[in-house]
């Protein structure tokens, strides 16, 4: 079974790429990734801390760089990549593929020439924003919703005709709105869960937004975070388990339909992950939970990683006409 995990944080906890992905205290390492059978895991270059780095776009290529160095340094297992049948291919030679998407569209500095050669780099996912509204759009942990800009509106258009999937995980309501409409392609979020079941939570999709999702062919990630999954109703010291994983799933497959719905884990980016779900080796009890809830295995198969290498043909099927 397939098993692709659309955001991951790795990138972000490496504190010495020279020592790759090897930290065991990590939620992602490559011992774990084999552990779990993971076909694909998507590393998102960060660019939003520029009191650290100087500049969005130096975090940005900081991320980058960190991200070859793993492919550099984990030869032998990593391969990466640049179109869903990368992840055929690695699967089939015993590799886990890799797949570059940037976190905060900040990078760009609002400058689409940069985002020309992120593309060249090998990013295939862009977020649009991180957690602060940027030149593109307003995020939605910010109080004044503009949507897109005029700006945001180039970089929508040119990530469309260039195949890079635009990630809305922390855009906001208007943001996602106008994104779905002006983009020729389904909306994107990487790693977000239902805000009906945890109704204080931005960073979560409305059922509205998972209905339309799922009517233009988009994909959602289900989110592992404690804070996305449990909410509003829950004591304090109530901690999330791999049933509200599931429960997150099949609220979203049932607004989005089952064929938009995989796992975007956050991994590594999170402080509180689920109770039956603290690592990466784990994925594969999510296929167990759902088969023992009786769902059927082509929809499980869909949710571990199919839908995911679906939307991804389809964004590059759209840009190639
Ligand atoms: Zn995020």
């Keep these: 079974m397939l098993i692709v995990d659309t955001h991951n944080d790795a990138l972000l906890e490496l504190r010495d790429p020279r020592s790759g992905l090897t930290d065991e205290t990590h939620h992602i390492s490559i011992e774990k990734l084999r552990c779990g059978g993971v076909s694909m895991m998507t590393f998102a270059a960060f660019s939003s801390q520029p009191e650290r780095y100087g500049s969005m776009l130096h975090m940005g290529a900081k991320g980058v760089d960190d991200f070859y160095a793993l492919l550099d340094l984990h030869q032998d297992t990593l391969l990466q990549a640049l179109c869903p049948q990368d992840v055929y291919r690695a699967q ?7 797949m570059l998407s940037v976190e905060g569209g900040d990078v760009l500095e609002g400058d689409l020439h940069i985002l020309h050669l992120w593309h060249r780099l090998g990013l295939r996912m862009f977020g649009l924003c991180w957690s602060r509204s940027n030149e593109i759009c307003a995020c939605c942990l910010e109080q004044k919703d503009f949507g897109l800009t005029d700006f945001g ?11 890079i999937i635009i990630d809305l995980s922390h855009a906001s309501d208007n943001t996602f709105w106008q994104t779905a409409e002006l983009s020729a392609h389904g909306p994107c979020a990487s790693h977000s869960c239902a805000r009906a079941l945890c109704p204080d939570q931005p960073r979560n999709l409305t059922d509205e937004m998972l209905t339309d999702l799922g ?8 989110n592992f975070c404690h804070n996305f ?16 994983v599931v429960r997150h799933i099949e609220h979203m497959a049932e607004f989005a339909g089952v064929q938009s719905v995989g796992l975007g884990s956050d991994f590594d980016g999170i402080s509180r992950v689920p109770v039956g779900l603290e690592d990466c080796s784990q994925f594969p009890a999510i296929a167990d939970a759902l ?13 571990m990683g199919e839908n995911f290498l679906r939307y991804w043909s389809s964004v590059l099927h759209k840009a190639a006409r």
Excluded: F, N
Excluded at 229 to 244: C, K, M, N, S
């Design 92 to 98: 089939s030679a015993g590799r886990i593929a890799a």
């Design 291 to 303: 088969l023992r809830r009786g769902w059927k295995e082509a929809d499980v198969r869909g949710v």
């Design 153 to 163: 509106r180039e970089v929508v258009l040119e990530c469309d005709r260039l195949g």
């Design 229 to 244: 999954l449990v909410g509003g109703g829950y004591p304090d010291d109530h901690l999330a388990t791999i049933e509200d």
């Design 215 to 222: 009517c233009r062919g988009g994909y959602v990630g289900v």
